[in-house]
């Protein structure tokens, strides 16, 4: 049998953290016969909650999973981690400014992103849940200077996904007719779905999107408000789809994606289609199981181009803001 991969979870307790552990102890996330190290770190508040869900995880009986343990000091927790679930972050409550909510995450993201550099795994890989994500993740990269910075990403694995199925829902094929979908940019509002590369079974995301209306005042913000939608339907947000889309991108990063297809990610601008170096931006992107390399040469028409502008616009007002502090 294979060694244990560790895998630490910040925010273990919250509500993606517990529709995530299941999932990732049964080897949904790894594969089967992948036994891993579960740790769970949360703020001391939450270790009460984090004790429970150790129980249930114990409860399952689950032949992958090798040692559960609960952390609240990120050293500990990260130590030898090699793949690092930061989902925990500081909520926006009521009256928050967004300059608040960017600096109280930064402060999280600095000092993970430095303890990380200090005593994770040489094949860390690290996976930023926590909004605004891309921010974040920037911010662990630049405090972790020791670790290749092709090491960090954000999650825009769940908007991807959501764009799937709105596209399949439109041209009436299944969801495993779809490819060539590619979310640009911020996991924010910003985010534009790109479906102009896409096929969907027998026609062409091009042809889908000659129908401008549709594409423009249906398509794209019912993907990039979807989270809104849910909180409104449901009365709590998207917990079990985060997770899913999580599970999903650490899955092909490590594991590596099928055939021609890609996916999205949010990774380090190389300074490629036309964002800037340094930024976490959300790219087409496939893996060979170890790196996500972003997919090359796709033409970006001037409907996408403005589009892609204007989120990247807002991922260098995040950073800006940040430096600012
Ligand atoms: P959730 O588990 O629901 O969400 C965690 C983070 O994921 C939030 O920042 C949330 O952003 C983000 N997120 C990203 N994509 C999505 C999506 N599609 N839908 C919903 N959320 C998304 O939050 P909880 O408050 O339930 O749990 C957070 C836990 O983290 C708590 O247990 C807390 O104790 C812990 N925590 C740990 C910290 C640390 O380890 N240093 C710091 C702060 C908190 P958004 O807020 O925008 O919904």
Redesign the pocket.
Same mark, same amino acid.
């Given at each position: 049998t294979k060694p244990p991969v560790t895998v630490t979870v !910040?925010?273990?307790? +919250? !509500? $993606?953290?517990y529709a995530a552990l299941f999932r990732v102890a049964a080897g949904a996330m790894l594969g089967r016969d992948q036994p891993v190290h579960l740790r769970l @770190?949360? @703020?001391p508040?939450?270790l009460g909650?984090a004790e429970g869900i150790a129980m249930e995880l114990d409860d399952c009986a689950l032949p992958q999973l090798a040692s559960v343990e609960i952390f609240d000091d *990120?050293r500990a927790a990260f130590d030898g981690v090699q793949q690092a679930l930061l $989902?925990?972050?500081? *909520?926006?409550t009521k009256g928050m400014e967004r300059a608040d909510l960017l600096s109280a995450n930064a402060s /999280?993201f600095s000092a993970?992103g430095k303890v990380l550099g200090e005593v994770a795994a040489d094949d860390v890989r690290i996976t930023v /849940?926590?909004?605004p994500?891309n921010t974040n993740a920037a911010i662990a990269a630049r405090n972790a200077p020791d670790i290749p910075r092709e090491r960090f990403s954000a @999650?825009t694995r @769940?908007d991807h996904n959501r764009a799937i199925a709105q596209l399949a829902g439109r041209a009436e094929v299944p969801v495993t007719a779809i490819s060539g979908i590619t979310i640009w940019g911020n996991?924010s509002a910003t985010q534009y779905p790109d479906i102009f590369h896409a096929r969907a079974g027998e026609l062409t995301g091009a042809a889908l999107a000659a129908d401008r209306d549709w594409l423009v005042d249906d398509f794209i913000p019912t993907v990039a408000q979807r +989270?809104s939608a849910i909180i409104a339907a449901r009365g709590a947000?998207?917990?079990a789809?985060?997770a899913n +889309?999580t599970i999903d991108h650490v899955r092909d990063w490590a594991l590596g994606t099928a055939g021609d297809s890609w996916t999205s990610a949010a990774i380090v601008s190389p300074g490629v289609y036309g964002v800037p170096e340094g930024l976490v931006c959300s790219f087409p992107v496939r893996s060979d199981g170890t790196d996500w390399q972003i997919v090359e040469g796709l033409e970006i028409n001037e409907f996408s181009r403005a589009r892609i502008d204007a989120s990247v616009a807002e991922l260098q007002a995040e950073i800006a803001a940040v430096d600012a502090l």
């Amino acid at each position: 049998t294979k060694p244990p991969v560790t895998v630490t979870v !910040t925010g273990a307790a +919250g !509500t $993606i953290g517990y529709a995530a552990l299941f999932r990732v102890a049964a080897g949904a996330m790894l594969g089967r016969d992948q036994p891993v190290h579960l740790r769970l @770190l949360e @703020l001391p508040a939450a270790l009460g909650a984090a004790e429970g869900i150790a129980m249930e995880l114990d409860d399952c009986a689950l032949p992958q999973l090798a040692s559960v343990e609960i952390f609240d000091d *990120p050293r500990a927790a990260f130590d030898g981690v090699q793949q690092a679930l930061l $989902i925990g972050a500081k *909520p926006r409550t009521k009256g928050m400014e967004r300059a608040d909510l960017l600096s109280a995450n930064a402060s /999280v993201f600095s000092a993970q992103g430095k303890v990380l550099g200090e005593v994770a795994a040489d094949d860390v890989r690290i996976t930023v /849940v926590g909004n605004p994500a891309n921010t974040n993740a920037a911010i662990a990269a630049r405090n972790a200077p020791d670790i290749p910075r092709e090491r960090f990403s954000a @999650l825009t694995r @769940l908007d991807h996904n959501r764009a799937i199925a709105q596209l399949a829902g439109r041209a009436e094929v299944p969801v495993t007719a779809i490819s060539g979908i590619t979310i640009w940019g911020n996991h924010s509002a910003t985010q534009y779905p790109d479906i102009f590369h896409a096929r969907a079974g027998e026609l062409t995301g091009a042809a889908l999107a000659a129908d401008r209306d549709w594409l423009v005042d249906d398509f794209i913000p019912t993907v990039a408000q979807r +989270g809104s939608a849910i909180i409104a339907a449901r009365g709590a947000s998207s917990a079990a789809s985060a997770a899913n +889309g999580t599970i999903d991108h650490v899955r092909d990063w490590a594991l590596g994606t099928a055939g021609d297809s890609w996916t999205s990610a949010a990774i380090v601008s190389p300074g490629v289609y036309g964002v800037p170096e340094g930024l976490v931006c959300s790219f087409p992107v496939r893996s060979d199981g170890t790196d996500w390399q972003i997919v090359e040469g796709l033409e970006i028409n001037e409907f996408s181009r403005a589009r892609i502008d204007a989120s990247v616009a807002e991922l260098q007002a995040e950073i800006a803001a940040v430096d600012a502090l």
